[in-house]
């Protein structure tokens, strides 16, 4: 045997390739393949029409998804979801994440495009690229156009919904009655902790722009009465009070600085005994074993001037030096993992 000859590249040329699947499943998210499948079993030829998809690559297209375990085919040539793609990726339901891979489509699949011009110059490469050197970020830039908005939010309901899930039966909720949201986006976790604990009562907090699509999405589960909405710059006002305030997906749009002055203004809004949960795609402490913890990381290379991930460790570290105490971190959902601190 020749040296090296037990070595296979298949798994460079999977990884190397492997924006040829990503980008099927996002155009198949953008035609909406999966909530038409979900009305019954289709053949690709009625399909291909209903979609608006070209005969010519229509079968290669459905069967692409099939082989990449997104969608299933029965003995007669007939499409339908697979039982992930039926419960996460039919808009109809409500736990449907596509808003992340819609935002993913529309934006970041281009922006990443750039990564190489990312690692060589340190600056985002997204809409913010030609803004002005006064730290503008695309924070701003999103927030000024209501659509580009409105998929954001969407994209941050479903990156977020699963760790929701998981957070509302990981903590001790029943010895807290009020919860703050900092950068709630459409509301799906306030929505998740409130449906999961009927005692709650939880205050979205984002830019005054997000009110109404907030308002839409937490009427649309029934939840008015117990779920409201505070507009205000986590920089410059002051956070209602609550008994225990979540920073989710937020930490890691921005520098170390950033990141500890919104601990310590989290650490002034709660009481003594009040607890901040701090959730995001961390690295593990090895820094080995979460790539998408570290991809995430290189999302915000592209998306912010000065943004980045962290460990479980270095968030602990930042909650000590706000002034928390009595902290831990635990793994909450896919990626995703939380650190608390008590007050």
Request: with cysteine; hydrophobic share 40%.
């Amino acid at each position: 045997m020749q040296p090296g000859s037990d070595v296979s590249p298949d798994r460079i040329l999977q990884v190397g390739m492997a924006f040829w699947g990503s980008k099927a499943l996002l155009s198949a998210v953008e035609l909406g393949v999966f909530t038409e499948v979900a009305k019954g079993p289709v053949d690709a030829t009625s399909l291909a029409a209903k979609l608006g998809v070209h005969p010519r690559s229509a079968a290669d297209f459905f069967d692409t998804l099939v082989a990449l375990k997104m969608l299933d085919r029965d003995d007669r040539g007939r499409y339908s979801n697979t039982r992930e793609t039926g419960q996460f990726l039919d808009q109809s339901k409500p736990g449907y994440v596509g808003g992340m891979l819609e935002m993913a489509n529309a934006r970041l699949y281009p922006h990443w495009s750039k990564l190489t011009d990312a690692l060589r110059t340190g600056q985002p490469q997204n809409e913010s690229s030609a803004a002005d050197d006064d730290g503008t970020d695309h924070f701003k830039q999103i927030y000024a156009d209501e659509r580009r908005l409105e998929l954001f939010l969407k994209a941050m309901t479903g990156i977020s919904l699963g760790s929701g899930r998981a957070m509302a039966q990981k903590i001790p909720w029943s010895r807290v009655k009020t919860v703050l949201d900092v950068g709630c986006a459409e509301g799906g976790l306030p929505v998740q902790l409130a449906s999961a604990h009927a005692h709650l009562r939880v205050t979205g907090f984002d830019l005054p722009q997000v009110k109404p699509v907030f308002e839409r999405y937490v009427t649309a589960h029934k939840l008015a009465d117990r779920v409201q909405f505070t507009g205000g710059d986590v920089f410059k006002d002051q956070l209602p009070k609550a008994d225990a305030i979540v920073l989710g997906h937020m930490l890691h749009g921005w520098d170390v600085d950033a990141k500890v002055a919104m601990l310590r203004k989290t650490h002034a809004a709660l009481p003594e005994g009040g607890m901040v949960i701090v959730y995001d795609a961390m690295i593990d402490d090895a820094r080995r074993e979460n790539a998408f913890g570290l991809l995430m990381s290189l999302n915000m290379l592209i998306e912010t001037h000065a943004g980045f991930d962290y460990t479980p460790s270095q968030c602990q570290a930042w909650l000590k030096q706000a002034g928390f105490r009595d902290m831990r971190c635990e793994h909450l959902l896919g990626p995703d993992s939380m650190c608390i601190g008590i007050k």
